[in-house]
């Protein structure tokens, strides 16, 4: 009989622990706004966004007004030139200050002007004398305007390869994206700068946060791992969210403690709790297991499909903690944990003991939760662009201080109608023209966006549910009758004439053998590729196969372990989708897939949520190049043996939901086993079994 664990959130009351919530120390003196002031980097918003939407989901009772000073192109002097109407207007209790990537003066690293040694070196000693001497004076003025936060400038990428410019692999062609040329001396130049910065915070007793030194490690990683990636962007100097995120990851570590959504600990057996930023309330022991009702202060942070990636990169110092804990349960049992009735994750006992953090759980509803606040948070990030690119034009046309805005749209006309205008301010002149009246309207809908998003942060209870992990029925196979025929790779029973052909992809020999024997076992002919790690790899084996075979008839298609099982998932449905496609697309080499499973897989399937593998640059385009789920895609089964091991059933989970969602027939299915279990040689029986069930039952769906 099935063990049940029914976490209905409600008879024990943690009110000792939860009678204030935890307040943000950069707030912590009733200060109400911020506005972040610096070049283009500030003004197109996206560490400030990453910035917001910390605060506004771990501490949604305290509103904050956020504000944007920066400017494109700007430099510590003309920041200083802007200062009294632009940036003292602003009226923040807090302002945060970044400046360098334009005052080192990129140009004097160009070649032609390094060539001239002795008149580099003395522009580049007259560049930071003027940027200190600027900088100095404005942090001084901002100190006195409220408290301060400096930050190292943001880096130059220089690490990208220029002789292989960034490549994806797009519609199983590989793309080639230019990237400009890298200049090897710029970032060491800025990192001189974010020293002295840091110099400057330790003589005025003013808060710093290293961006540069954060940002520049995580660049170093990201191109570690794949050597066309980049944590900025391909004109190596504007980061977008993936670049803010680890500036805004900086300054939450420079300005907060620990990040931490709740941290809760309940004993199923006694029923003791306790727990930090959440309330339990009315626990009660039944005779089914435990309920109680879990009401948070905080959310977690929002995870796009770029943020997703960085932070669960083992070297991201970025941790937030939503750490539920549940001791007191059987120790050999796997359980599904449900929030508001629907599977977030397959854990064992022992994780539970020990602690499951679902802040990097993009399936809980506190995470769609937080998901519904960061699409506000990019609309203020959106309006706030759109007000500083008004006023970018006014400061070019230096009538900033004009108050008839009708003489300053004249201004602007006079320009574009000179021939001799720069094309390069063509399109901001235009904008100018066509929009100059709405600053006030984008102003609006920024601060309309803000109070909209600390209105979906408010904290709402949800309802657990802790079940055992239903496990399939399994009944071993016979395998005395399985013979394999080395001339075809094949595997098949003598008793069975014309079985249907599946194919196995899987990077161990072991493994792929004794998974190939027990699904020819179920009566399927079975081929057993060895293939790479790579999804090169996994589609060149099974065109090599498919050629020297000779196979026109449709297959079926597995992939066993991550990389292969993430590998034959997308080859089903990028080939469904080519073949539904105009005679105009290149034909995939492949015979119709009648059926997909991939076993233990779901992270890189998942991409871009695992995104820098693929395009770290451009989320836009990482998600065009995985959009191949759709109506056509064949049956496929997500499956996982164990809850165990770097590929969480939650993955699976969530490209299922994905799939599903674009028309296509997915399914994610847990067997339930404890590491011991998914060790022992039944594993793959019972991961064969259910392939097989799945395969006909659902062969013939398409």
Excluded at 518 to 546: I, P
Aim: one cysteine or more; a positive charge; charged letters at 25%.
């Amino acid at each position: 009989m099935k063990k049940t664990i029914s976490v209905i959130l409600s008879a024990l009351t943690l009110t000792a622990a939860f009678a204030d919530p935890q307040k943000p120390e950069l707030f912590g003196n009733g200060e109400k706004s911020i506005c972040f002031v610096g070049d283009s980097i500030t003004h197109h918003g996206f560490y400030p966004k990453q910035i917001a939407l910390f605060y506004i989901t771990h501490f949604p009772d305290c509103e904050i007004s956020f504000k944007n000073a920066g400017y494109e192109g700007g430099s510590a002097g003309t920041t200083l030139d802007r200062f009294g109407y632009d940036v003292k207007t602003k009226n923040a209790d807090v302002y945060t200050l970044m400046l360098g990537m334009n005052d080192i003066r990129m140009w004097n690293f160009s070649p032609k002007n390094m060539a001239d040694k002795k008149l580099h070196e003395a522009n580049k000693k007259k560049h930071f004398d003027t940027y200190r001497k600027n900088m100095t004076e404005l942090a001084k003025r901002l100190k006195a305007e409220g408290k301060l936060v400096l930050m190292s400038s943001s880096i130059y990428d220089d690490l990208g390869n220029p002789e292989k410019p960034v490549a994806v692999l797009r519609n199983f062609e590989v793309v080639a994206i230019p990237q400009s040329q890298p200049n090897k001396f710029v970032n060491a130049e800025l990192n001189r700068y974010g020293q002295w910065v840091k110099s400057l915070a330790e003589e005025l007793g003013v808060g710093f946060s290293d961006n540069f030194a954060t940002t520049n490690a995580a660049n170093k990683m990201l191109v570690g791992e794949n050597p066309h990636s980049s944590a900025i962007g391909r004109n190596r100097v504007h980061p977008f969210d993936l670049g803010g995120f680890f500036t805004a990851n900086a300054f939450i570590k420079a300005m907060e403690d620990k990040p931490l959504v709740y941290n809760v600990e309940i004993n199923a057996d006694t029923l003791k709790a306790n727990g930090l930023r959440a309330e339990v309330k009315n626990a009660k022991k039944t005779a089914e297991g435990l309920e109680f009702e879990l009401v948070e202060h905080a959310l977690p942070f929002p995870l796009t499909d770029a943020t997703f990636a960085a932070a669960n990169m083992a070297w991201c110092e970025f941790k937030d903690a939503q750490i539920l804990k549940i001791a007191g349960l059987p120790e050999k049992n796997a359980y599904a944990l449900k929030i508001d009735g629907e599977v977030v994750g397959y854990f064992s006992a022992a994780q539970l003991r020990k602690g499951v953090n679902l802040a990097l759980n993009t399936l809980t509803p506190q995470a769609k939760q937080a998901r519904e606040v960061e699409r506000q948070v990019e609309i203020w990030r959106e309006n706030t662009r759109l007000e500083r690119d008004l006023f970018g034009t006014e400061f070019i046309m230096r009538v900033c201080e004009i108050g008839d805005v009708e003489a300053r749209a004249a201004k602007a006309r006079r320009k574009l109608a000179d021939p001799k205008f720069s094309k390069s301010l063509v399109y901001s002149f235009k904008f100018y023209v066509e929009n100059y009246k709405n600053a006030a309207l984008f102003q609006k809908r920024a601060a309309e966006a803000i109070k909209e998003a600390y209105r979906l942060a408010k904290p709402r209870a949800h309802k657990y549910e802790l079940a055992e992990a239903v496990r399939p029925p399994f009944a071993p196979a016979d395998k005395k009758t399985v013979s394999f025929d080395a001339n075809a790779n094949t595997y098949r029973r003598a008793d069975i004439a014309a079985a249907p052909r599946a194919v196995v992809l899987c990077e161990n020999p072991e493994t792929l053998s004794s998974f190939a024997e027990e699904l020819a076992a179920r009566g399927f002919a079975v081929a057993a590729l060895k293939a790479g790690d790579t999804f090169e790899d996994a589609v060149a084996a099974l065109q090599n196969f498919v050629k020297t075979q000779n196979i026109t008839s449709p297959i079926a298609l597995v992939g066993i372990g991550e990389n292969c099982a993430n590998s034959a998932v997308k080859i089903a449905a990028e080939s469904a989708k080519r073949r539904a496609e105009s005679a105009a697309t290149k034909p995939l080499l492949l015979p119709e897939i009648s059926a997909c499973a991939g076993v233990d897989g779901g992270y890189r399937a998942t991409s871009p949520r695992r995104f820098n593998k693929l395009f770290a640059m451009d989320a836009e385009k990482a998600l065009a190049a995985e959009a191949s789920f759709g109506k056509n895609t064949p049956p496929t089964l997500l499956l996982n043996v164990s809850c165990n091991g770097e590929v969480p059933a939650t993955e699976s989970l969530y490209l299922a939901r994905k799939a599903r969602a674009a028309g296509a027939f997915v399914q994610a299915k847990f067997l339930g086993e404890t590491a011991e279990n998914a060790r022992v040689e039944h594993a793959a029986g019972k991961a064969a079994a259910c392939i097989a069930d799945f395969f006909k039952q659902n062969i013939e769906r398409k």
